[in-house]
């Protein structure tokens, strides 16, 4: 069965440091999504992405963050200069067209971003 | 705006008994509402969803859930629930004309044997 992969599993980085989340979407997937969870808070939207470019966007998602989908596989966050608020688990997902715009949304296991 | 209210933080049943986990949820418009559980080190895995129809909705391992607009309720239930269905489950809406999420706290549930 295909899923959605996120890599690294864990990152820790110092305050200030730049970071790059990446992301495998399932292949045939058209919709991409990132999510974050603070620890013992709910699961939140930062963005979506459609077409190459951005669909929509949270408050979060503010001009430390960027998205980027590199090449034909990889969707990526990057969060430039990174902040002791930005410690969380941030989920990557992706959903088809194809079947209706409800189709529902596949999450990668994600990654655990720690910043000191 | 959109939210969703997962009422209890944790439900603990025996197995082999009914397992109800409740969600209620609040849009502007018509409410596209699924279901996801978590296990530990995993990413949220896809349940069951309601679009429009029939408002008992079947999905995975069992599971099922009611969509009830009067109550703008979307619980998830399970006849008789197994050890294995320990973890931690989450609701979510997405309004029509949106594609963001909405998810709720999460429930955890706990079987024991």
């Known amino acids: 069965e295909p899923e959605v992969t996120q890599t690294p599993s864990h990152q820790v980085t110092q305050m200030g440091q730049e970071v790059i989340l990446r992301c495998v979407p399932i292949s045939n997937h058209l919709y991409f999504y990132w999510y974050r969870q603070i620890l013992g808070q709910k699961v939140e939207f930062l963005v979506s992405f459609y077409n190459n470019e951005i669909s929509e966007k949270s408050e979060i998602f503010d001009d430390q963050f960027s998205v980027e989908r590199p090449d034909g596989s990889n969707f990526t966050l990057k969060i430039r200069s990174t902040k002791l608020e930005d410690s969380a688990m941030y989920f990557c997902a992706s959903s088809p067209v194809s079947g209706g715009d409800y189709n529902e949304q596949f999450f990668g296991p994600g990654t655990r971003l720690t910043v000191l | 705006a959109q939210s969703v209210a997962q009422p209890e933080d944790q439900v603990n049943v025996a197995e082999g008994n009914p397992l109800t986990v409740k969600c209620t949820y609040s849009v502007s418009g018509n409410p596209y509402l699924f279901w996801y559980v978590q296990y530990p080190n995993r990413g949220l895995q896809f349940l069951l969803k309601y679009i429009t129809g029939d408002n008992l909705v079947k999905g995975s391992y069992g599971f099922e859930a009611e969509f009830n607009k009067s109550q703008t309720s979307f619980h998830l239930k399970k006849p008789s629930a197994l050890v294995s269905d320990s973890a931690l489950y989450f609701c979510?809406?997405?309004?029509?004309?949106?594609?963001?999420?909405?998810f709720g706290a999460g429930t955890t549930v706990t079987v024991r044997a």
């Open positions: 979510a809406v997405r309004d029509v004309n949106d594609y963001k999420l909405s």
